[in-house]
C-alpha cells in the first residue's frame, strides 16, 4: 500500500467555483451563477428555470437540447453557460409567445409533433436552416435535421412543415 494513499483530502476538494455571467435570452440580459463548466442546459433549466430546452442524451447527439446561439444551432447540454456569455441566444420560448413565427405555424399547420419531446430542437434548427436559405431543399433539410431525433419518427411531417415554413417566410403561402 502506497503512503500517499492516506494523505488527507484538501477541505476544499469539493467546491465548485462559481461565477456570475450574463447570458442574453431571447433578447433579456440575465445573471445567472454558474461553474465555469455548467452547461448551458443546466443554466436554463436549473437556474433559470426556462424548462422548455429538453435534456434527453446528454452527450449532443439527439438534438432535443438544440438552441440558437448567434443564429447557429447548438447542443445546450454540451456548450458550456460561460463559453455564450454575452452571445444572443434563443430558446424555444424566445420564437412568438402567441405561435405565429412561420416555423410555428407551419408545425401547428402539419400537425408535426406526436410526443413532442424533440420538438423545440427541430423548431429551432428549421429556423435557423431558413435564415440561412430561405428555400432548402429535401436534401438541406436532411442534412439540417440529421443530428436531430425524433423517437416517434415525424421526419416526413417535420421536411413538409420546413418547406412550408420556408414559404411563409418568403411570403408565398397563408
Known sequence: VSPNC??????????VSMSEI????NGKDRPVDVSSDMPLLWALRDKLNMTGT???????QCGACTVLVDGTPMR???????SVAGM??????????????????????IDV??????????ILTAVSLIERNPNPSDDDIDAA???????CGTYHRIRKAVKLAAQYKRGGAK
Request: glycine content about 12%; overall charge positive; aromatic content about 6%.
Open 22 to 25: 450574463t447570458l442574453k435570452i
Open 54 to 60: 429538453k435534456y434527453s442524451c446528454g452527450i449532443g
Open 113 to 122: 409533433p406526436q410526443c413532442g419531446y424533440c420538438q423545440g430542437g427541430q
Open 76 to 82: 445546450a447540454c454540451i456548450t458550456p453557460a460561460a
Open 145 to 151: 435535421h440529421s443530428g436531430n431525433i425524433c423517437r
Open 88 to 109: 444572443n441566444i434563443t430558446t424555444i420560448e424566445g420564437l412568438d409567445p402567441e405561435g405565429e413565427h412561420p416555423v410555428q405555424r407551419a408545425w401547428h399547420k
Open 6 to 15: 492516506f494523505l488527507p483530502i484538501s477541505p476544499n476538494a469539493n467546491q
